[in-house]
């Protein structure tokens, strides 16, 4: 029993409890603790658990920083109230045995005894004293389980955090954390998945905490649930903060997906073989599967996940139905088979089989003949078989309606040929194969659905030794390697190899490796007599049920180059209005040809688009091509064009030409364009090289030019000197002058952001030389700006003053204000470093007005850190935080994080120089949460800041 301290005759025991809902017994009766504002101050008194309160403690617990004039009157009220409900003939004034004043605050006189956080504690010291890893854990998990929530019900009492409370449970939350460890060592992770699934749901964006339960989860054969979850989190961090999982929640996840999770035991229980329903036998019992591939392999997952599907509607009576989608050649029918084989005891009534034919239109089995089949299978004698179709099915479904019965449809064409084939009568399972979408049973039957995917390198490297033999598989890994690589994980061309090398005479898989990247490109290395296993053959299937619109894109989504593609990118490189396109790329979605990778973009595996590009070059003509490309070209020069007009008015590009089939997208937001340039990212790579590779020099630079602001923004510095780089050799080689200049500027600025100032300043002195040649002054006053910026930051000011004020001539008989913005706004820096302070303020001053009259929020952001930096060197700190703050709020409205992660170091840095050390931590730490993972120059000057606190670098990302 857990009572306050006291002596015999003193008064019944209370007990206490704060680790959860706050609550008072009193002689083995619960009392009311009154209302919220006395809940408060007694579960403030319970959490510091004997630690004194005092007055001022209290008041800002329940009033924060607006408490009325009465507000120690009240407080005293609440705590003599307390008293008369632990002591109810205490006398007014007198002093209580378990509420106490004194000079330093009020106290509770509590022990382990009698507060169940204090047991909390001495628990768990008992628990690190054991060297019994099994008793250990026992304690731990005694500790853990006095918990009943939330320290004090906080979220129901008060909407704001308490340092007090949060203490709790994050010390609550770090012994869960230790005691799952200590689990998952001691494989008895199931014992505190409880409360560790407890603390994951009440810290969702926790990765620590997330990460041991997806072990835990692994740990007790909960892989499927462990992989949703991640899935799960992976979009809710994205969404919700903008980032990836970190580093240890993916190190967890890949323990998942190799089953490799400490603690185990074992492998995991097998879901297919939790539950073994019985049922009485049948006077006929068929067994029509086919034979299961001997060489299985992997999978794991995607026969956990079916099982825990076909198990789920088990105990809900319902006719249980699976439909397993896929690309041509994942293994969809291998896998249903082998599932089945599985199951099949759980339906003692027989198993039935039919391959659909629903790949040929032409030859397709009706679902009458299908019913005939199965009705003789059943011991339906030919003659009382009806000729009626839907006779047919009512006569199957009574048959069936006392039996439990395995059925496998292979290879449906669509629901309707499915439908008239299920049973009535819960009991049964049905698997169903499809490379089409059968959304349609879902809808009307309840069927659950799901997608094959191809299989990781590990399965795909285990399935192929598995039919290669161990002992001649891995004599060459490289070259196992390289040709799980170039199957790209599709079990029927692994098949293909695996048969092709046990061909040979040597039976050598580098030679097969060798044959297999001669023929990248095409399918000439998978090519084999069976039409069954033939990877022509098994795609052609798919192929000819096409339309002739959508055969055509089909063939001429092979010219693009990049990992994914969007609807309008499609009907742009089809040349067909948006609408029109939408119907036609749902027939190749629909036909398999074509997958949706993320939610609006679609991609084909290697294999169905080297496919696609063998039948471009043999249907369609080199003109056909060459328009296409051109299309595409077009469509992302216009599209990047006009999401840059959000991002960077000043658009340093042309305005591209307007091709005839091109669809037009534009951004509404500066926030969408941004996200239209994130997703595009490797896709605006490939089309570069693929223009300078195909002679398009002029369109590839110009597209640079419009995609380096995104660069720039994000500080994605060595992604765009490559890029760049790529397109100043081309320019050099088509001997165009103009693109050579401009992407001499443009590397220039990539070498400078990534500190390599003299390359910097080689590169402009060269941009400025042909500038100057060509006439262009504007983009002559723009090279002199950057010459100046660079010279600033190499220490020759003199250098810098001069080339900012020739700048700043030229733009202004020019008339181009934002020039003269940006030479402004730097030409301040070097004035300051040569002592001219006042007009140093005087010029950044300027700058900002030019800024706030233009209305360009990017600018604006670059003015306020300027002068928050001056501000800050001056020692006028209140000044600079102000100017931090607006640079900050400003570049956080545009998504700029390269302007959001300077403005937040300034922010610590200023604060730091004012020694709040607390402030200066947040701000560094928000820097880093916001900062670039490609830059790792900028993560460690950011740990270095905090190292200056005692701030834990492994703890940065926290």
């Given at each position: 029993?857990?009572?306050?301290?006291?002596?015999?005759?003193?008064?019944?025991?209370?007990?206490?409890?704060?680790?959860?809902p706050?609550?008072?017994?009193?002689?083995?009766?619960?009392?009311?603790?009154?209302?919220?504002?006395?809940?408060?101050?007694?579960?403030?008194?319970?959490a510091?658990?004997?630690?004194?309160?005092?007055?001022?403690?209290?008041?800002?617990?329940?009033?924060?920083?607006?408490?009325?004039?009465?507000a120690?009157?009240?407080v005293?009220?609440?705590?003599?109230?307390?008293?008369?409900?632990?002591?109810?003939?205490?006398?007014?004034?007198?002093?209580?045995?378990?509420?106490?004043?004194?000079?330093?605050?009020?106290r509770?006189?509590?022990?382990?005894?009698?507060?169940?956080?204090?047991?909390?504690?001495?628990?768990?010291?008992?628990?690190?004293?054991?060297?019994?890893?099994?008793?250990?854990?026992?304690?731990?998990?005694?500790?853990?389980?006095?918990?009943?929530?939330?320290?004090?019900?906080?979220p129901?009492?008060?909407?704001?955090?308490?340092?007090?409370?949060?203490?709790?449970?994050?010390?609550?939350?770090?012994?869960?954390?230790?005691?799952?460890d200590?689990?998952?060592?001691?494989?008895?992770?199931?014992?505190?998945l409880?409360?560790?699934?407890?603390?994951?749901?009440?810290?969702?964006?926790?990765?620590?905490?997330?990460?041991?339960?997806?072990?835990?989860?692994?740990?007790?054969?909960?892989q499927?649930?462990?992989?949703?979850?991640?899935?799960?989190?992976?979009?809710?961090?994205?969404?919700?903060?903008?980032?990836?999982?970190?580093?240890?929640?993916?190190?967890?996840?890949?323990?998942?997906?190799?089953?490799?999770?400490?603690?185990?035991?074992?492998?995991?229980?097998?879901?297919?073989?939790?539950?073994?329903?019985?049922?009485?036998?049948?006077?006929?019992?068929?067994?029509?599967?086919?034979?299961?591939?001997?060489?299985?392999?992997?999978?794991?997952?995607?026969?956990?996940?079916?099982?825990?599907?076909?198990?789920?509607?088990?105990?809900?009576?319902?006719?249980?139905?699976?439909?397993?989608?896929?690309?041509?050649?994942?293994?969809?029918?291998?896998?249903?088979?082998h599932?089945?084989?599985?199951?099949?005891?759980?339906?003692?009534?027989?198993?039935?089989?039919?391959?659909?034919?629903?790949?040929?239109?032409?030859?397709?089995?009706?679902?009458?003949?299908?019913?005939?089949?199965?009705?003789?299978?059943?011991?339906?004698?030919?003659?009382?078989?009806?000729?009626?179709?839907?006779?047919?099915?009512?006569?199957?479904?009574?048959?069936?309606?006392?039996?439990?019965?395995?059925?496998?449809?292979?290879?449906?064409?669509?629901?309707?040929?499915?439908?008239?084939?299920?049973?009535?009568?819960?009991?049964?399972?049905?698997l169903?194969?499809?490379?089409?979408?059968?959304?349609?049973l879902?809808?009307?039957?309840?069927?659950?659905?799901?997608?094959?995917?191809?299989?990781?390198?590990?399965?795909?490297?285990?399935?192929?030794?598995?039919r290669?033999g161990?002992?001649?598989?891995?004599?060459?890994?490289?070259?196992?390697?390289?040709?799980?690589?170039?199957?790209?994980?599709?079990?029927?061309?692994?098949?293909?190899?695996?048969?092709?090398?046990?061909?040979?005479?040597?039976?050598?898989?580098?030679?097969?490796?060798r044959?297999?990247?001669?023929?990248?490109?095409?399918?000439?290395?998978?090519?084999?007599?069976?039409?069954?296993?033939?990877?022509?053959?098994?795609?052609?299937?798919?192929?000819?049920?096409?339309?002739?619109?959508?055969?055509?894109l089909?063939?001429?989504?092979?010219?693009?180059?990049?990992?994914?593609?969007?609807?309008?990118?499609?009907?742009?490189?089809g040349?067909?209005?948006?609408?029109?396109?939408?119907?036609?790329?749902?027939?190749?979605?629909?036909?398999?040809?074509?997958?949706?990778?993320?939610?609006?973009?679609?991609?084909?595996?290697?294999?169905?688009?080297?496919?696609?590009?063998?039948?471009?070059?043999?249907?369609?003509?080199?003109?056909?091509?060459?328009?296409?490309?051109d299309?595409?070209?077009?469509?992302?020069?216009?599209?990047?064009?006009?999401?840059?007009?959000?991002?960077?008015?000043?658009i340093?590009?042309?305005?591209?030409?307007?091709?005839?089939?091109?669809?037009?997208?534009s951004?509404?937001?500066?926030?969408?364009?941004?996200?239209?340039?994130?997703?595009?990212?490797?896709?605006?790579k490939?089309?570069?090289?693929?223009?300078?590779?195909?002679?398009?020099?002029?369109?590839?630079?110009?597209?640079?030019?419009t995609?380096?602001?995104?660069?720039?923004?994000?500080?994605?510095?060595?992604?765009?000197?490559?890029?760049?780089?790529?397109?100043?050799?081309?320019?050099?080689?088509?001997?165009?002058?103009?693109?050579?200049?401009?992407?001499?500027?443009?590397?220039?600025?990539?070498?400078?952001?990534?500190?390599?100032?003299?390359?910097?300043?080689?590169?402009?002195?060269?941009?400025?030389?042909?500038?100057?040649?060509?006439?262009?002054?504007?983009?002559?006053?723009?090279?002199?700006?950057?010459?100046?910026?660079?010279?600033?930051?190499?220490?020759?000011?003199?250098?810098?003053?001069?080339?900012?004020?020739?700048?700043?001539?030229?733009?202004?008989?020019?008339?181009?204000?934002?020039?003269?913005?940006?030479?402004?706004?730097?030409?301040?820096?070097?004035q300051?470093?040569?002592?001219?302070?006042?007009?140093?303020?005087?010029?950044i001053?300027?700058?900002?007005?030019?800024?706030?009259?233009?209305?360009?929020?990017g600018?604006?952001?670059?003015?306020?850190?300027?002068?928050?930096?001056?501000?800050?060197?001056?020692?006028?700190?209140?000044?600079?935080?102000?100017d931090?703050?607006?640079?900050?709020?400003?570049?956080?409205?545009?998504?700029?994080?390269?302007?959001?992660?300077?403005?937040?170091?300034?922010?610590?840095?200023?604060?730091?120089?004012?020694?709040?050390?607390?402030?200066?931590?947040?701000?560094w730490?928000?820097?880093l949460?916001?900062?670039?993972?490609?830059?790792?120059?900028?993560?460690?000057?950011?740990?270095?800041?905090l190292?200056?606190?005692?701030?834990?670098?492994?703890?940065?990302?926290?």
């Amino acid at each position: 029993m857990l009572t306050a301290p006291g002596t015999p005759g003193e008064g019944p025991p209370v007990r206490f409890a704060v680790l959860g809902p706050v609550r008072v017994w009193r002689d083995g009766e619960e009392l009311d603790p009154g209302p919220r504002q006395q809940r408060l101050i007694l579960a403030l008194l319970l959490a510091r658990a004997g630690r004194p309160v005092g007055i001022a403690d209290f008041v800002t617990l329940l009033w924060d920083e607006r408490p009325p004039r009465s507000a120690v009157n009240i407080v005293h009220l609440h705590l003599g109230s307390l008293r008369r409900l632990f002591e109810p003939g205490l006398r007014p004034r007198a002093s209580g045995r378990w509420l106490v004043g004194d000079p330093a605050g009020y106290r509770m006189m509590v022990d382990a005894d009698g507060l169940d956080l204090l047991r909390f504690r001495d628990l768990v010291r008992r628990a690190r004293t054991l060297d019994d890893p099994a008793e250990a854990l026992g304690v731990y998990v005694r500790a853990l389980e006095l918990s009943r929530g939330p320290c004090a019900g906080a979220p129901d009492l008060i909407s704001r955090q308490v340092a007090d409370f949060e203490a709790v449970d994050n010390e609550y939350a770090d012994l869960v954390g230790e005691a799952t460890d200590l689990a998952l060592r001691a494989a008895a992770a199931r014992v505190v998945l409880p409360m560790l699934r407890r603390v994951a749901t009440q810290r969702p964006l926790d990765e620590a905490v997330q990460a041991r339960l997806l072990l835990a989860l692994s740990a007790t054969g909960q892989q499927a649930e462990a992989v949703a979850r991640y899935q799960e989190l992976r979009g809710r961090l994205s969404g919700d903060l903008g980032i990836d999982p970190g580093r240890e929640l993916q190190e967890a996840y890949g323990q998942v997906l190799r089953r490799g999770a400490p603690g185990s035991a074992g492998p995991p229980t097998d879901p297919l073989r939790d539950e073994a329903p019985t049922a009485g036998g049948s006077l006929v019992v068929a067994a029509q599967l086919p034979p299961d591939l001997p060489h299985f392999a992997g999978r794991e997952e995607s026969l956990r996940r079916a099982g825990a599907l076909i198990h789920g509607r088990a105990t809900a009576g319902a006719l249980r139905i699976v439909v397993i989608e896929g690309i041509p050649g994942v293994g969809k029918t291998t896998l249903a088979t082998h599932l089945a084989y599985r199951v099949a005891d759980e339906f003692p009534d027989g198993q039935l089989y039919a391959d659909l034919r629903g790949l040929d239109p032409d030859a397709a089995l009706a679902p009458g003949e299908v019913l005939q089949a199965f009705l003789h299978a059943l011991g339906v004698r030919g003659p009382d078989i009806p000729v009626n179709d839907l006779a047919r099915s009512g006569l199957y479904r009574s048959v069936l309606a006392e039996r439990r019965v395995l059925i496998v449809l292979d290879n449906a064409r669509d629901a309707e040929q499915v439908r008239p084939l299920l049973p009535g009568a819960p009991g049964s399972l049905v698997l169903v194969t499809s490379r089409y979408r059968l959304a349609g049973l879902a809808a009307t039957h309840g069927a659950d659905v799901f997608t094959l995917d191809v299989l990781p390198d590990d399965e795909a490297r285990d399935l192929l030794v598995s039919r290669l033999g161990p002992a001649r598989a891995p004599a060459d890994r490289q070259a196992l390697d390289d040709i799980v690589s170039r199957c790209g994980g599709l079990p029927l061309a692994l098949a293909v190899v695996a048969a092709r090398t046990l061909a040979r005479p040597d039976g050598g898989l580098p030679a097969v490796a060798r044959e297999l990247h001669a023929t990248r490109g095409s399918l000439d290395g998978f090519g084999v007599d069976d039409p069954d296993t033939d990877l022509r053959a098994i795609f052609s299937w798919s192929y000819r049920g096409l339309t002739a619109s959508a055969a055509r894109l089909f063939r001429l989504l092979a010219l693009h180059p990049g990992p994914d593609v969007t609807l309008p990118a499609a009907a742009s490189l089809g040349g067909l209005p948006a609408r029109t396109a939408r119907s036609v790329f749902g027939e190749l979605v629909r036909n398999r040809l074509v997958m949706e990778r993320q939610p609006g973009r679609y991609g084909s595996h290697d294999l169905i688009a080297a496919y696609a590009r063998e039948l471009l070059l043999d249907t369609d003509t080199a003109a056909e091509r060459d328009a296409a490309v051109d299309r595409l070209l077009g469509y992302y020069r216009q599209a990047a064009y006009a999401a840059n007009r959000h991002i960077n008015p000043e658009i340093d590009a042309d305005p591209p030409a307007i091709h005839d089939g091109v669809v037009v997208e534009s951004p509404d937001t500066g926030r969408a364009a941004a996200d239209w340039f994130a997703a595009e990212r490797e896709v605006l790579k490939a089309v570069m090289r693929q223009a300078n590779d195909s002679g398009r020099v002029y369109d590839a630079w110009q597209l640079e030019l419009t995609v380096q602001g995104f660069y720039q923004r994000h500080g994605w510095w060595q992604e765009w000197a490559t890029v760049v780089g790529e397109c100043l050799d081309a320019a050099v080689a088509a001997g165009d002058s103009a693109g050579v200049a401009e992407m001499l500027r443009s590397l220039a600025g990539a070498r400078f952001s990534l500190g390599d100032s003299t390359s910097a300043l080689a590169l402009l002195e060269r941009a400025l030389v042909i500038f100057t040649e060509l006439g262009n002054a504007s983009r002559e006053a723009l090279t002199l700006r950057n010459i100046g910026e660079v010279s600033f930051a190499v220490g020759d000011y003199d250098r810098s003053v001069a080339c900012h004020h020739r700048a700043l001539r030229i733009a202004e008989s020019l008339g181009e204000q934002i020039t003269q913005l940006d030479v402004l706004c730097r030409l301040a820096d070097t004035q300051y470093e040569l002592g001219e302070r006042r007009s140093s303020f005087e010029t950044i001053g300027r700058a900002l007005a030019m800024s706030e009259q233009l209305d360009r929020d990017g600018r604006r952001s670059e003015c306020h850190l300027r002068r928050a930096n001056l501000y800050l060197r001056e020692r006028r700190y209140a000044e600079s935080l102000a100017d931090w703050t607006a640079a900050d709020e400003l570049a956080t409205v545009i998504n700029h994080r390269v302007l959001m992660v300077r403005a937040k170091l300034g922010l610590g840095d200023t604060a730091y120089a004012m020694g709040d050390r607390s402030a200066a931590r947040t701000a560094w730490l928000a820097a880093l949460a916001v900062g670039n993972d490609a830059d790792p120059d900028q993560e460690a000057g950011i740990r270095r800041r905090l190292a200056k606190l005692g701030h834990r670098a492994d703890d940065a990302r926290a």
